[in-house]
């Protein structure tokens, strides 16, 4: 690449930057706080460009709108917040909240992206963890010294409108897309064929029994245990911090994939206020605590939607255990396979696990 030709995508991509946040910061005045929602998605790919060298991926956090963080990278420990303010009590509060929600037991690193030209700053401001915050004139400075002329060319794609592509361009992939989806959704169904057919018990319906089944869906796999493993990890069978597999358990079917029962040993139990319906999650030693009034203690069964869609293969077991193994694409949530995560409960009359948690309400301990 040209000196003159770099010179003029620096120059591009800076005047893309800056043109955003200033619609941002129109929108904002206006009382128009959607585009903020938006734009979380929009500087995680940016982010993700300049440090594609230190292996950044950040995806969105489930919660929307927290008050600590709005992207995070389990594996390199970073979350990172955007926000249109730039006030020093907005950085005091994050970083209290940081603290508050004890967050430095997942990650090592916060940083806070201010979508303004300007950053408050840390003066009188107790930090006792990694943090820097940036301004959008430093994330301009900052694509300048770590992007590479490929990744240049990448983020000023990304920051081009889409309407400058040309119409042939995307005529050809618009058509690959389709074809792609074609292809991917007969691999799916032969692959649910093949699965319903290998993991189930021959005739379960009759040999289980209706009642059985609806209280315990599990029980129609020859052995629910298997063993769920990341397609590109090579730290099987040994487990260490990079480890991408885990023995764990299938509960049933849904309709585009199969449910893993993650705390299938553990017996978790939940405690709900029967008066606003919020519910948190309870520890070993807060499900031996009395009730207070009005409150309910449900029992849990978390499951994890796993979709065909992240299956890529399957075998049986290897010398080194017996249990069924699945490799998948972890493009879910928290860089997991999974689409989405599902709490059902049972009253203890029944037995019968049919009923979702309303996530929505769902809080911490901290809150209650």
Known sequence: MSLVKYQHIIQEINEKLFEVVFKIKCFNKVGDFDINRYAESYFMKILNLIHKSDNWNLTKAIKINQDTYDLLDIENKICVQITSRSDKRKKIMTIRMFNENEHYKNFEK?????????????????????????????????????????????LRDLLRPQNLIDKNVQDEQTKFKRTESEEEFKRRISLEEELKKELVIDDYYRKLGNDVLLKNPYKKFKDSRFILRHYGDKTYPEVNDQSRWNRTFMYDFYDRGILIWDDATLGTTARLNKETEEWYLESYHESKEELKDKEERLCIRTLGLLPYSNIL??????????????????????????????YRYCSEWDGYFWNEMDQTKKIKKADV
């Open 110 to 154: 916060l940083i806070i992206l201010y979508l303004s030209d300007k950053k408050p700053n840390s003066k009188g401001i107790e930090i006792d963890f990694d943090f820097y915050d940036l301004n959008i004139i430093d994330l301009a400075k900052l694509v300048e010294s770590k992007c590479e002329n490929q990744d240049l060319l990448e």
């Open 313 to 342: 293969h399957w075998k049986y077991g290897d010398e080194y255990y017996n249990d069924f193994h699945l490799y998948c694409k972890y493009y879910g949530i928290l860089n997991s396979p999974f689409e989405g995560i599902e």
